[in-house]
Nanobody, 114 residues
């Protein structure tokens, strides 16, 4: 079992930055994949960024060069630094973990105004 709690969402103007945090109930280094997904109104949930237990990262084309997924050398938290935000980044952002099973956080709203 893995519980995930997101924080850091909010309202920001276009061009601004936000940092999301995802706190897991156990060491993230014991989890095969962790990542961030997002879902905008009327759209399917889509991958934003992932990081493996070995530190390999992957990004959606739409966020490459603007978003960075990271973690500290120890601990239970994964971060998503979001820079140069655009109105189309507006969505509920969900933390995801996969290790035998898939786990999801409750989501945090990110709203980017134009």
């Amino acid at each position: 079992q893995v519980q995930l709690v997101e924080s850091g969402g909010g309202l920001v103007q276009a061009g601004g930055s936000l940092r999301l945090s995802c706190a897991a109930s156990r060491s993230i280094f014991s989890i095969d994949f962790m990542g961030w997904y997002r879902q905008a109104p009327g759209k399917q949930r889509e991958l934003v960024a992932t990081i493996t237990s070995g530190g390999i990262t992957n990004y959606a084309d739409s966020v490459k060069g603007r978003f960075t997924i990271s973690r500290k050398s120890a601990g239970n938290t994964v971060y998503l630094q979001m820079n140069s935000l655009k109105p189309e980044d507006t969505a509920v952002y969900y933390c995801h973990a996969f290790t035998r099973f898939a786990y999801w956080g409750q989501g945090t709203q990110v709203t980017v105004s134009s």
